[in-house]
């Protein structure tokens, strides 16, 4: 905790109820779904705990933290196991502006279906879904196939 991992950007906020992003209540611990900020600016601000890491660190328990149905350990699906709502958060810029300025690249509307695939690195799996379209000259083109995605959150963002 407390280690810059992400560009000072990137905010990952988890919240029980967000917008148009549905979640559980409840974690797979069976505790209430709470908010939690993962990642604040660029750097680990919290992480998960499940009933008996908490006990035994002397930490909150977050839900989430791998009991339940999430492989105990504390190893959990990722940031929390994937109980609530998670949003990247971004700036101020308007999606238009956004898409202006970019030369070349892809608009995703949304991911769903994430899944944890290696816990030891953070490894993701899912999909996009409502839309992917190809962005060129600061213009958004005809849509693109639903892609799956298989990464770790850290390389998500390196630069290319």
Known sequence: MGEKLFPEYIT???????????????SGDLLPSKAVTWIDK????????????????GKEPTGGG??????GGGGG??????????T????D??????IASVERGLLITHFWYIRGVNPQTLQQTGLTRDGVFLIENGKDHD???ELQISRKPGTAFEEY
Not at 66 to 71: D, I, N, Y
Not at 77 to 86: K, T, V
Not at 88 to 91: A, E, P
């Open 12 to 26: 990952l906020p988890q919240q029980s109820v967000r917008g148009r992003q549905p979640s559980s209540p409840w």
């Open 42 to 57: 660029g750097v680990v601000a919290n992480l998960a705990y499940d009933r008996y890491w908490a006990a035994k660190t």
């Open 66 to 71: 791998g009991g339940g149905t999430r492989g």
């Open 77 to 86: 699906g990722g940031f929390g196991g994937g109980e609530g709502a998670l």
């Open 88 to 91: 990247l958060d971004g700036g």
């Open 93 to 98: 810029a308007s999606t238009e502006a956004l």
């Open 143 to 145: 849509p693109r196939d």
